[in-house]
Antibody, heavy 120, light 107 residues
Framework: QITLKESGPTLVKPTQTLTLTCTFSGFSLSTYGVGVGWIRQPPGKALEWLALIYWNDDKRYSPSLRSRLTITKDTSKNQVVLTMTNMDPVDTATYYC????????????WGQGTLVTVSS | DIQMTQSPSTLSASVGDRVTITCRASQSISSWLAWYQQKPGKAPKVLIYKASSLESGVPSRFSGSGSGTEFTLTISSLQPDDFATYYCQQYKSYVWTFGQGTKVGIK
């Protein structure tokens, strides 16, 4: 059974850097084709994909947020970390991490999400 | 980026109704499309992948069709548990994009 759980601060100030950790179980991020992605959802709005890291450390970023995002993995700890710099109130959202089982596959398992509020 | 446009944005339906949601891609994505269901306060759940393949455990009243740039999600007989928001998502490119969502409410 695949499980993922997001952790990190619930409140950050404008201009600060957000660091979120996704801790997962039930799969290995060293298996061919497997990936972990981050998706966010502002309150009442649609889903927005942010970043993804593959088993081989290949990293993909949303073009509109590329300059602010960094995604890394620690395979031994079963964790994926997302950092987002220069946070702004418009970045207030629920942040999800999700499992990608192979290339050209949907996000088939999701964490519960964590709400991050950006406010001074 | 490939843009995904869903219609309608909201719809009202009754239990037992047949419901169809449309998703259009700004360029061809072959069949690399998924549909998700999201309920308030919960994470999305995948219903359909590769445009028409039913995810394990999803009721057969859900079906998907289409290829290229036009896709549909159909619920053959709407059940009380189906009132939710539905999103399409393309995964052809390495920039994954979602539609804006369709909220299915009670008439």
């Amino acid at each position: 059974q695949i499980t993922l759980k997001e952790s990190g601060p619930t409140l950050v100030k404008p201009t600060q850097t957000l660091t979120l950790t996704c801790t997962f179980s039930g799969f290995s991020l060293s298996t061919y084709g497997v990936g972990v992605g981050w998706i966010r959802q502002p309150p009442g709005k649609a889903l927005e994909w942010l970043a993804l890291i593959y088993w081989n450390d290949d990293k993909r970023y949303s073009p509109s947020l590329r300059s602010r995002l960094t995604i890394t993995k620690d395979t031994s700890k079963n964790q994926v970390v997302l950092t987002m710099t220069n946070m702004d109130p418009v970045d207030t959202a629920t942040y999800y991490c999700a499992h990608l089982g192979s290339y050209w596959a949907p996000f088939d398992s999701w964490g519960q999400g964590t709400l991050v509020t950006v406010s001074s | 980026d490939i843009q995904m446009t869903q219609s309608p944005s909201t719809l009202s339906a009754s239990v037992g109704d047949r419901v169809t949601i449309t998703c259009r891609a700004s360029q061809s994505i072959s069949s690399w499309l998924a549909w998700y269901q999201q309920k308030p306060g919960k994470a999305p759940k995948v219903l359909i992948y590769k445009a028409s393949s039913l995810e394990s455990g999803v009721p057969s009243r859900f079906s998907g069709s289409g290829s290229g740039t036009e896709f549909t999600l159909t619920i053959s007989s709407l059940q009380p548990d189906d009132f939710a928001t539905y999103y399409c998502q393309q995964y052809k490119s390495y920039v994954w994009t979602f539609g804006q969502g369709t909220k299915v409410g009670i008439k």
